[in-house]
T-cell receptor, first 121, second 113 residues
């Protein structure tokens, strides 16, 4: 079954305790992305990756790190979590957008993981 | 700043009625538009995409696009209680190497039995 998985699904932690949220996809997608979703603010992109070893900041990268050592995995790392990082986090993946080749492979149809609800006390 | 705007709702309709959800966007060069559905506490899932002006139908769902007015809508016919969810409008934005989605805040729909 084609899917994006995230772990853990729920996490309560304390300020300053490093944590990693894992994300894995089995669809051979090049593009992966992390979002956080907060009431009244919607979905905001944290980091994205166009392919292995290629990552870049999204709109709200402060306090987060990512790595892309393998195509299928894109972990999100919080080195020193703070209460303002309490949120619902989603990992998403898609094919990389290709221009002018005739192949309609786009980053637009994104497949989301089930989400990770993080609480930082 | 590119924006996507939606009425937050809640939009309440009786079962069997037509639900109409609207979205406006600020980027005049946008070429594709997406509607995602998100149940409470769950992840967004794509339900419709539209690239050309006019209507696109898929089962009970119809997306309508008017690029001149920068307006895209989603109609849900014969609404069911299972359609109760938040509907997110998303528009791609090319920014350097990143082709990311700009998201509206969503419209909450409640279908009453």
């Amino acid at each position: 079954e084609a899917q994006v998985t995230q772990n853990p699904r729920y996490l309560i932690t304390v300020t300053g305790k490093k944590l990693t949220v894992t994300c894995s996809q089995n669809m051979n997608h090049e593009y992966m992305s992390w979002y956080r979703q907060d009431p009244g603010l919607g979905l905001r992109q944290i980091y994205y990756s166009m392919n292995v070893e290629v990552t870049d900041k999204g709109d709200v990268p402060e306090g987060y790190k990512v790595s892309r050592k393998e195509k299928r995995n894109f972990p999100l790392i919080l080195e020193s979590p703070s209460p303002n990082q309490t949120s619902l986090y989603f990992c998403a993946s898609s094919f990389r957008f290709v221009r002018g080749s005739g192949q309609q492979a786009s980053t637009d149809t994104q497949y989301f993981g089930p989400g990770t609800r993080l609480t930082v006390l | 700043q590119k924006e996507v705007e939606q009425n937050s709702g809640p939009l309440s309709v009786p079962e069997g009625a037509i639900a109409s959800l609207n979205c406006t966007y600020s980027d005049r060069v946008s070429q594709s538009f997406f509607w995602y559905r998100q149940y409470s506490g769950k992840s967004p899932e794509l339900i419709m995409s539209i690239y050309s002006n006019g209507d696109k139908e898929d089962g009970r769902f119809t997306a309508q696009l008017n690029k001149a007015s920068q307006y895209v809508s989603l109609l849900i016919r014969d609404s069911q209680p299972s359609d109760s969810a938040t509907y997110l409008c998303a528009v791609p934005l090319a920014a350097g190497n990143n082709r990311k989605l700009i998201w509206g805040l969503g419209t909450s729909l409640a279908v009453n039995p």
